[in-house]
């Protein structure tokens, strides 16, 4: 059994090795930055072709974060996600003009007329930082950086000005329509639409994230750093911690995490994150039923796990009792403590990756808010069960917080359809 103490040292071991790591990164994404304002200052406004703008297709929903009714159902009717995801992070180049946002907006245009809007086409949703409203439109964010919500994390804050999460069920396809964004590479098929995909003119891509989920995929991709010897991942699993986590009611709604009013109404809040996963003692030191006590609950058995259809019932009134009985809590259980007239405030869309060469989680949540995240992410710490019970640290028997490692964490806010491409520009509504 690791001790608090150990577990302690562990971690912070991890953090600083991870923190090196993506120091590193900044190091040269800063380096990048330098070569990029050699050729171009911060103040020049970009060179943008001229390109056509064609029109959406028809039926289209105005919110960009509306996947849900596109998705296939299971048997229980839960959403069946689609089963590869790419975040592409860019920073703006220059100082945009209305030619930037026509641009964008006419490349994802003709993403959307080449595939169909679903997981068997594509699905995506464009991102906007605070640094994009602060540093490029020199004004203030409707969205704070993201932070620390934890004592035990240390991750990199990112400042990327805009975010697409791209998804699909086709994985090669999403690397092909990176491709043809950042460099202007004809899509296999659909070669008509390969020149104005080009946004390297105007945007700079800084970062990509590659990941899955789906049942089968994380035990395919086990082989991997985070990972115990023995391929422990269930077969049909679809993430790397053994169990599902996309049931209908432990989601938030779209309409649920849609901005009701306001300047950015109908549009959504998205952060994104990284944690690396460190899952030894989760498969070689914990038995199943301590697997499920740490996932949902100590209440709940491995029969009732086989049972779940659209909920995981993990009731927080228990964890009083979970706390002082079993000195042991679950991620469900406190994650629970923070749903609203019985329903969570967030919408997950987070992924499995392997990217480096190691297991990890790309946590992508869609709220309301970003307040709303706060507040879930703060009742998944259960900062005062130890309190009550000294066995419980804030990682040690609390969930699963001793296996997840948050290296990176980001803020975004996702506009509608109409105003997805450089919100709040002046002079873009006469460009599009």
């Not at 296999?188 to 390969?194: F, G, I, Q, R, S």
């Not at 899952?279 to 209440?299: F, G, I």
Request: with cysteine; proline share 7%; hydrophobic share 40%.
């Amino acid at each position: 059994m690791v001790t608090p103490k150990l577990a302690w040292l562990t971690r912070r071991r991890f953090l600083i090795g991870a923190g090196a790591a993506v120091g590193a990164g900044a190091a040269i994404g800063a380096g990048a930055a330098i070569d990029g304002a050699l050729g171009a200052s911060a103040t020049t406004a970009p060179s943008v072709p001229d390109v056509e703008l064609v029109a959406q297709p028809a039926g289209l929903p105005g919110r960009q974060h509306a996947w849900t009714e596109y998705l296939a159902v299971d048997q229980q009717g839960d959403p069946i996600p689609p089963q590869f995801d790419r975040l592409l992070f860019f920073d703006v180049i220059g100082t945009p003009t209305p030619a930037c946002a026509r641009l964008l907006e006419a490349a994802l245009r003709v993403l959307e007329r080449t595939f169909q809007w679903g997981p068997s086409g594509l699905l995506f949703t464009a991102g906007w930082g605070p640094a994009y409203f602060t540093d490029v439109l020199r004004g203030s964010a409707p969205i704070p950086p993201a932070k620390a919500l934890s004592d035990f994390e240390q991750p990199a804050i990112d400042d990327y000005h805009l975010c697409l999460h791209l998804a699909s069920d086709d994985e090669a396809r999403l690397a092909a329509v990176e491709a043809a964004l950042t460099r202007g590479t004809p899509i296999p098929y659909y070669t008509d639409a390969a020149e104005p995909l080009d946004l390297s003119s105007a945007l700079r891509l800084r970062e990509t994230r590659t990941g899955f989920v789906g049942s089968g995929l994380p035990a395919e991709r086990q082989d991997a750093g985070g990972i115990p010897a023995g391929r422990p991942v269930p077969v049909n699993a679809p993430l790397f911690m053994g169990f599902k986590s996309a049931l209908k009611r432990n989601q938030a709604t779209e309409d649920a995490v849609t901005i009701a009013d306001g300047p950015f109404a109908g549009g959504s809040t998205m952060h994104a994150s990284y944690l690396r996963l460190r899952l030894d003692t989760w498969y070689a030191q914990l038995s199943q039923q301590e697997r499920v006590a740490r996932m949902y609950a100590p209440q709940v058995t491995q029969e009732q796990v086989n049972h779940f259809t659209t909920d995981a019932e993990s009731d927080p009134a228990l964890l009083g009792q979970a706390i002082s009985r079993y000195g042991v809590i679950g991620h469900a259980q406190t994650s629970a403590t923070a749903r609203r007239n019985g329903s969570p405030l967030i919408l997950r869309r987070d992924f499995d990756t392997t990217d480096g060469g190691e297991a990890g989680l790309h946590f992508v949540a869609l709220q309301r808010s970003i307040e709303d995240f706060i507040t879930t992410r703060t009742a998944m710490n259960a900062s005062n069960a130890q309190l009550r019970n000294p066995s419980i640290t804030d990682t040690v028997n609390n969930g699963i917080n001793e296996f997840i490692f948050v290296t990176k964490r980001g803020n975004y806010l996702l506009p509608t359809r109409a105003d997805r491409s450089f919100p709040l520009l002046p002079g873009r509504a006469a460009a599009l």
